[in-house]
């Protein structure tokens, strides 16, 4: 039985293009981000992937973020080679003359639907194993290397700026409304929300300093929002803090706050038993763990807003 790790292994592994000059060819990773996107949002609903407008859409919007500009884009390119990874197949129409599509139009032509291996596709169905799919393919190719991590706060920002927009659209009238599907639509924009956070915190909870990373994608700590997403669609760095499962769900909740000297608050009506860590009100009054650029530090009026609305003094 292929579990979860398993396929996060091989989305981490892909085979793409690379040369020192030009970089990585992230042609896969892009397609697979956009294939998932569109099953996040409802669009596709059964294994069966079609060389649709959405899809080919969705791939050029993601393509013109994330790509590299040192190579041409084309959904043609990744549709067929994605067979060599052992988990993508293809049906192929009958007058397919074996030749490879150059164009989306040949790719049409020739394709009736891609699809995937049934139980990557049932995971994918998950919003939990969606986030760990989408992390592991986020990770492996956008490394922590200075250039790649300033391309994923430049990512970041254009989607947020997309963002933005979006809501002026809403605001207007002119797109639909439903914040549910709004809310599906950013599963790839806080992937790289997620990287950036954790990356500027070192990887270190902001609360106790916990590390603890694994190979692929998997790490104890969290790019957690202070002010909520679904509130405020907000994907600034500055409105992010890294805190372990803990912590963040403590925060998430109430338990405890960030003044405006970024010292830790916590809810005076906590009842703990920690015989082996530092219990929680033990931090009351400590400064938080801060990212090394202050340009990065949570906004204060953030951290306002949440001791205001959230925090349970």
């Known amino acids: 039985m292929k579990n979860i790790a398993y396929y996060c292994q091989r989305l981490a592994e892909l085979n793409v293009s690379n040369s020192r000059k030009r970089g990585n060819a992230q042609y896969k990773p892009i397609l697979l981000l956009s294939v998932i996107d569109l099953i996040a949002r409802g669009i596709i609903t059964t294994n069966e992937i079609p060389v649709s407008d959405e899809l080919i859409q969705t791939f050029e919007r993601y393509w013109n973020v994330i790509g590299s500009p040192s190579y041409k884009g084309g959904l043609h390119y990744p549709f067929l080679h994605l067979q060599n990874e052992g988990f993508w197949y293809l049906k192929f129409k009958p007058k397919f003359n074996g030749l490879q599509p150059k164009t989306i139009n040949k790719l049409k032509e020739a394709v009736e639907y891609a699809y995937l291996e049934n139980e990557l596709f049932n995971f994918l169905q998950d919003e939990f194993c969606r ?183």
């Open 131 to 313: 986030k760990e799919l989408i992390d592991a393919l986020v990770t492996a190719f956008f490394s922590d290397n200075e250039n790649d991590i300033e391309a994923i706060l430049q990512i970041n920002q254009t989607f947020q700026d997309d963002a933005v927009e979006i809501e002026k659209l809403i605001e207007t009238g002119n797109l639909e409304t439903n914040p549910r599907w709004s809310l599906k639509r950013a599963v790839i924009r806080n992937a790289f929300f997620r990287k950036a956070i954790v990356h500027v915190y070192n990887y270190r909870c902001a609360f106790c300093g916990l590390k603890v990373t694994k190979k692929v994608n998997q790490n104890i700590v969290d790019g957690a929002h202070i002010k909520p997403f679904s509130q405020f669609y907000d994907n600034k760095i500055r409105n992010g803090i890294a805190l372990c499962k803990n912590h963040h769900w403590a925060f998430d909740r109430g338990w405890f706050a960030v003044d405006e000297q970024y010292k830790i608050i916590v809810s005076n009506d906590l009842e703990e038993a920690s015989p082996h860590t530092k219990p929680m009100k033990d931090f009351h009054g400590e400064t938080i763990l801060l990212p090394n650029t202050e340009q990065h530090f949570p906004e204060l009026e953030a951290l306002h807003w949440h001791r205001q609305n959230i925090f349970q003094a």
